[in-house]
């Protein structure tokens, strides 16, 4: 009996590492695969740089250890990154065929481009005018002490595709945060959470708002008075944000690409100062 359970683990750990590895390489468009999800068997081996495979119970385990570290402290990015990646089920699918019916999200799927210090020219974001929408992200990593590089990288998706998508989410955060001019204190932390989770549905996002309990209570109040509705009708109206290639904006107007977008500044207390406009 023993022999025969160990032979169907090892018929089914092929079968899905199989499966996983022809949807990474297959032309678009395609259907989403239950094997993307870590449901049943998952491989045993990684199957790209950093993966970390991890059975079902080892992802529950980490998904509900990781929610409380990062609720008891949101300042651990790396638990907050492995809440983001065990709880995210099927939002990856749909944000993957969300970017497979864009024109701009099939080219980021295709091209794979990374938010880095190596991608990024620093030099020539800084000369741009100062309303473009790159200028507005550089003038924002100098006020908030931020750097590109600050993003974990992902471990606990099985499908490469789906933790491209992650990935791609996780370096694009700081670019929502430079739309907004939104600072990186707590509460307009928890307000662009709010967002994100209006406009691309992660859970992690909404957990985060828990954090809530944290913040004194005149800031909880208009938390959830103000900003919260702002974050739950804006993310709801716009573009979905995964499907924007962002490297093509950075000389576009910043209020001309709101508009495109469907977005709008949230109301004031958590944004940055305007910027002195340059003699």
Not at 105 to 113: A, S, T, Y
Not at 202 to 224: C, D, H, V, Y
Request: hydrophobic fraction near 40%.
């Amino acid at each position: 009996m023993a022999s025969l359970q160990c032979h169907r683990h090892i018929t089914n750990y092929r079968a899905t590492l199989s499966l996983s590895l022809r949807c990474s390489t297959a032309s678009y468009p395609r259907r989403p695969l239950a094997a993307s999800l870590h449901t049943g068997s998952v491989p045993r081996v990684p199957v790209y740089p950093g993966h970390i495979p991890l059975s079902p119970f080892e992802r529950t385990f980490l998904a509900v250890g990781s929610a409380m570290m990062a609720l008891m402290d949101p300042r651990r990015g790396d638990m907050v990154a492995a809440c983001g990646e065990t709880t995210a089920g099927f939002t990856l699918v749909n944000l993957r065929d969300a970017m497979l019916g864009s024109c701009e999200g099939r080219r980021i799927l295709k091209d794979r481009p990374r938010v880095n210090t190596n991608t990024l020219d620093m030099e020539k974001l800084r000369s741009l005018p100062d309303n473009t929408f790159g200028r507005a992200y550089v003038r924002w990593l100098d006020a908030c002490k931020i750097n590109p590089d600050s993003r974990e990288p992902v471990h606990y998706i099985d499908d490469p595709e789906l933790a491209y998508v992650m990935q791609r989410y996780r370096e694009t955060h700081d670019l929502y945060h430079a739309l907004f001019a939104l600072k990186v204190s707590a509460m307009p932390e928890l307000v662009l959470k709010a967002f994100e989770f209006a406009n691309l549905g992660f859970p992690m996002t909404a957990l985060a708002l828990g954090a809530s309990i944290n913040l004194k209570p005149p800031q909880r109040e208009r938390l959830w008075r103000e900003f919260v509705p702002w974050a739950v009708k804006c993310g709801s109206n716009a573009r979905c944000l995964i499907t924007v290639y962002w490297e093509e904006r950075w000389e576009q107007d910043l209020d001309e690409l709101k508009r495109e977008l469907g977005v709008w500044d949230p109301p004031v207390g958590v944004s940055l100062p305007l910027p002195v406009a340059r003699a």
